[in-house]
């Protein structure tokens, strides 16, 4: 018997130095650990411990005897990675890195964002120095996107926040909730109060179709959608058409799969999760029966990861429908299936699409209906929505890269609602340097620059660090990377003694944000939430307004 790691995995790489016989592949020190969908147990090594189970902070990880229906093919696909990447291990413990001399004394941080990249260099902070920090976030809630972009049906992706919950138990890490940098508190503020200030900000903005149409009502992003059914006060009040029976996304990434599968899921076993009642009241009224997903490149080249696509096979009352022409591939891409060095998780991704194509489908079920190889070229209607206008791609090779050219085919799907789900983008930072192009701020291994030198004391992490990709446990490693870097300054005298204290700060922030939320704030929101939740089965009823939340911090 071995372990299996599944779906819900995060590659917060917890696990990795956990396994006493160096199991788990790849490693944060390996080259494809920054590309790989998940991580995999080898079941030939593995001598069911149990380590892992206790380290993963997703509950991903089963017993190869405890895997449900929905999750039994993951033990092929661990097996598959170590055909293709037999274990070769040189296993040494690892170093615990070095800590900054005592007689620095104590390190002073302003971490701003409380999503999983700012809490995962918070954590490292804390396990490596003699620290007080301080976080800021703009809502009175901390977790970002845990609480507020992972889709309400995946619970155990968000047990990622219980770990960081953990880990600031302590009175050296602060929250100051509901203040706002540029607001309440200024960047030179902050740096005058702290040896550094780390920004954990994320990718708040999305990115654009650039068509005709795209403004028309009816239109939005799936960033804006994701919000509103996760109850983040900023969208709590939006409004979605589930009048109609399609509803088209563009983009297939897992976002697009997220939203797909809520606005086709049995609305009973919605019910029984946390998403915001105002989203379910929503839903359960939704006259929606198909969501049609384009993407623009063919099945090989899809953004999502294989395991979400397998896991949309499990859905109660649900078909998810591929025409087999669109798995027919160009000469490059069966090339690539052909190979036998192809990546298990690729290869899955085309057998899946197959198996989808080849089951008979009941008139009955809500439908999920992929289109590879489709770019939509206008949103039509009059005074709103009507549908969406796409010419069908072909791949060409350009400078040995696949890319997707239209053919001059076009197609017109009837949709009283369209939701792009193309990629998010990082929004300038106060008084930080800013790549418009890339949508981050400058920087080299989280050291911010500008004119081409660092700037003294300020750091970077996440998502504004790196640019949007990567899953929640990618962080811990990029974080790993920014500290290293604050720690290194700090030891050589390179960052400016903090003029102000703990209290002075805390004087300050009274005087401009009263409503200011700490720990004792969030944890009143935290337990009247799940109090709330109990009586109807749920794991938590959100607040979904400022006012809600700051009236339960009192409470």
Known sequence: MAYV??????????????????CIRPTPEQPEFATTEQLYIDPDTCIDCGACVDACPVEAIFSEDDLTASLARFRDINAAYYERHPLESNFEPLVTPARPPKELGT?????????????????ELLRRSDVEVEMFDRLPTPW????????????????????????????????????????????????????????????????????????????????????????????????????????????NGNVALDVARVLTLDH?????????????????????????????????????????????????????????????????????????????SLRLKYQLAQEYAAKPHDPAHRRIVFRYLASPTAITGGDRVEGVEYARNELVSENGVLVARATGDTETLPAALVLRSVGYRGRPVPDLPFDERAGIVPNEHGRVFADGAPVPGVYVSGWIKRGPRGVIGSNRADAQETVERLLDDFTAGKLAVPQGDRQALKDLLTRRQPDRVDRDGWKAIDAAERTAGRSSGRPRVKFTTVEDLLKAARG
């Open 268 to 344: 009973d076993e919605l019910a029984k999760t946390d998403i915001a009642d105002h989203a379910l009241d929503a839903l359960r009224q939704s006259a929606v029966r198909e969501v049609v997903v384009l993407g623009r490149r063919g099945p090989l080249q899809a953004a999502y990861t294989s395991s979400e696509f397998l896991a949309l096979g499990y859905l109660k009352g649900v078909d998810v429908v591929i025409d087999p022409a669109d798995l027919e591939l160009d000469p490059e891409s069966r090339a690539l299936l052909d190979d036998p060095e192809i990546e298990p």
């Open 5 to 22: 790691i599944t779906q819900r995995c995060c590659n917060d790489a917890s696990c990795v130095p956990e396994c006493p016989v160096d």
């Open 107 to 123: 390190l002073r941080v302003a971490v701003v964002g409380a999503g999983p990249a700012a809490c995962y260099a918070a954590e």
């Open 144 to 251: 970002g996107l845990v609480r507020a972009g992972v889709a309400p049906d995946h619970p155990g992706t968000k047990g990622v926040s219980g770990m960081f919950d953990s880990a600031f138990r302590r009175d050296t890490l602060q929250y100051h909730l509901n203040v706002e940098v540029g607001k309440h508190i200024s960047h030179e503020e902050l740096l005058a109060h702290h040896h550094a200030v780390i920004y954990a900000v994320g990718a708040s903005t999305d990115r654009r179709l650039g068509v005709p149409g795209e403004d028309l009502p009816g239109s939005h992003s799936a960033t804006e959608f994701v919000a509103w059914y996760n109850g983040h006060p900023d969208y709590a009040d939006r409004t979605f058409d589930l009048s109609g029976e399609r509803v088209v996304i563009v983009g």
